[in-house]
């Protein structure tokens, strides 16, 4: 096997095996297809924290998405079905886990999306772990073929892996930050950049926004690396299957490319299999009335899907008006003498000895009496 070069290769040599994988070769068998998988990189680093900080350029999240070519070999091309065999995996590192910014890029487009995983979980790694876990998502072993060794113990053998990025020299640089040898992964056979593959003499650099506006793709949260690795390899699948429409014209009008459709089935695969997606934090792996930011948002006492919610009390200083009633003991009443029943009765659900009052309306009450500390109130929301 020829040394491989870690480097993009040029448009045309890109375009041909992009070809040639995808089989988009009209008298192509499948049989000639090269068997791989693409591997989406995308990274993001804290290059938004002032220069002088000591985390400035940091690696903030790694993105990988993959696609395995072995899913796609029955029928006509159809990224909609393509893209919903698209695998996401999202990596956050403890080790910046603190840091965010309200900065946005000249698109208006928040700079921190880590939080906005749209394809599935996020994970929580080390810096000095993240190294290996890439390795053994790049390293697939293929299971259909096993190199000669003893009946007992067969040597393994892995799958091919074409990378893909969006502007390498970034992901190379940051590759390098963490220590990752591709020698040391030793499954990639080549480099894609869509950058390269997708310029023209008008654009000879054209950023990833604009490639998926031309391929009507609506992405909701950008500069999140996972995010940003499913929209490269849709950007990827896209731009070789338009290219294949044009050079083939009477046998592409049935072709369904709908990526965002694709896009979209995904995301429900994906709720389907983790447990469901919150529609209030948009985050995987729980339901909205199981959200805690849905719960400690919701501050009266209403019903949520049939269950009251109860949220645990919060210093006096900050009540207001409007904030949840109080239940006061006698011995507060006492001390107050403006906290009398006269607007409010004991009810049946009370315990012996307490009166449901409202403190902050009654004469007399915390806000009369700056000074005095409450130790004996239970706020219920």
């Not at 592409?252 to 459709?261: A, F, M, T, V």
């Not at 949840?324 to 107050?336: I, L, N, R, Y």
């Amino acid at each position: 096997m020829a040394p491989v070069s870690f480097v993009p290769l040029p448009k045309g040599e890109g375009q041909d095996l992009l070809k040639q994988i995808l089989g988009l070769q009209g008298d192509a068998t499948p049989i000639d297809f090269p068997d791989a998988i693409f591997a989406s990189i995308d990274i993001e680093s804290a290059s938004w924290v002032p220069k002088h900080h000591a985390s400035f350029g940091d690696v903030t999240e790694v993105g990988i998405a993959t696609l395995d070519t072995r899913t796609i070999r029955n029928g006509a091309p159809n990224l909609c079905q393509w893209m919903q065999k698209v695998e996401a995996t999202h990596f956050r590192l403890n080790d910046t886990a603190g840091l965010r910014t309200k900065c946005r890029d000249y698109h208006g487009t928040p700079l921190f999306a880590a939080d906005k995983f749209e394809f599935g979980c996020s994970t929580w790694a080390h810096r000095n772990e993240l190294k290996n876990q890439i390795i053994d998502l790049l390293r697939v072993e293929d299971e259909a073929k096993l190199s000669s060794g003893s009946e007992s113990k067969p040597e393994k053998k892995y799958r091919d892996v074409v990378l893909v990025t969006h502007a390498w020299e970034n992901e190379d640089k940051y590759l390098k930050q963490i220590n990752l040898s591709y020698e040391e992964v030793g499954t990639i056979v080549s480099v894609l950049d869509t950058q390269v593959l997708e310029s023209s003499p008008f654009w000879r650099q054209p950023g990833l926004l604009r490639l998926m506006g031309g391929l009507s793709i609506q992405p909701l949260h950008r500069h999140n690396g996972a995010n940003d690795a499913v929209y490269t390899l849709a950007v990827l699948l896209g731009g070789a299957v338009n290219r294949y429409r044009s050079e083939n014209p009477d046998v592409c009008k049935e072709l369904n490319c709908n990526i965002e459709e694709g896009l979209t089935l995904l995301k429900e695969t994906i709720a389907a299999e983790v447990g469901g997606r919150c529609q209030h934090c948009d985050l995987f792996g729980h339901e909205k009335r199981f959200c805690k930011k849905w719960l400690s948002t919701n501050m009266r006492g209403q019903a949520v899907d049939g269950k009251v919610v109860t949220v645990g009390p919060r210093p006096v200083k900050n009540l207001t008006t409007k904030a949840a009633p109080f239940k006061a003991d006698v011995k507060d009443e006492s001390e107050f003498p403006g906290l009398g029943p006269a607007k409010h009765s004991r009810s049946d659900s009370d315990p012996p000895g307490k009166v449901s009052v409202d403190l902050c309306k009654a004469p007399g009450g915390p806000r009369a009496k700056k000074g005095k500390k409450f130790q004996k109130l239970d706020w219920i929301a």
